[in-house]
T-cell receptor, first 113, second 107 residues
């Protein structure tokens, strides 16, 4: 089945220790997104790729970086995680078009100790 | 600016009908989505409206009025498994999400 996969599902890191979250997709969608979602809040878009074109949201901290080495994979790097970065990180994909429905992966829950 | 409002919480009885409202003010509009999100899980797509009117899909229906900046999600024959958060999202390149409405279905 075509899908969006995120690994790991749960990630524990230490304050200030770099961490990388990964996302892969078999949908062959051009666009990939990274969202941060904290408890009882809306998903907050961090950045997205349209093919290889990177689009950073204005209020995304510099601490967050992303890489998309090919169509199928996208990574979220948090260079120096703080306690406030503990959240669910959601990867989504879409195909450009009329609706651009986004399909989400299961998410990675990040805990910062 | 961009603003999407939906009630924070709702409670309804199993077998009943519930309507979750969403009002929006965004700089652009290319359609409105409803997503369902169970606790600790990713959002899953429910519906998409781009034209005014009602879209029906099984037990779920979604309505849009672009002139009023208003949408609702209607859930019929509620089941316990419908207990989840329901997110309204406006396609304004990119997607702008509301905070979600947490629905509790009780017996």
């Amino acid at each position: 089945d075509a899908m969006v996969i995120q690994n790991p599902r749960y990630q524990v890191t230490q304050f200030g220790k770099p961490v990388t979250l990964s996302c892969s997709q078999t949908l062959n969608h051009n666009v990939m997104y990274w969202y941060q979602q904290k408890s009882s809040q809306a998903p907050k878009l961090l950045f997205h790729y349209y093919d290889k074109d990177f689009n950073n949201e204005a209020d995304t901290p510099d601490n967050f970086q992303s890489r998309r080495p090919n169509t199928s994979f996208c990574f979220l790097d948090i260079r120096s995680p703080g306690l406030g970065d503990a959240a669910m990180y959601l990867c989504a994909t879409s195909r450009p078009g009329l609706s651009e429905t986004q399909y989400f992966g299961p998410g990675t829950r990040l805990l910062v100790l | 600016g961009q603003n999407i409002d939906q009630p924070t919480e709702m409670t309804a009885t199993e077998g009943a009908i519930v309507q979750i409202n969403c009002t929006y003010q965004t700089s652009g509009f290319n359609g409105l989505f409803w997503y369902q999100q169970h606790a600790g899980e990713a959002p899953t797509f429910l519906s998409y409206n781009v034209l005014d009117g009602l879209e029906e899909k099984g037990r779920f229906s979604s309505f849009l009025s672009r002139s009023k900046g208003y949408s609702y999600l209607l859930l019929k024959e509620l089941q316990m498994k419908d207990s989840a958060s329901y997110l309204c999202a406006v396609h304004d390149t990119p997607l702008v999400f509301g905070k979600g409405t947490r629905l509790s279905v009780i017996a």
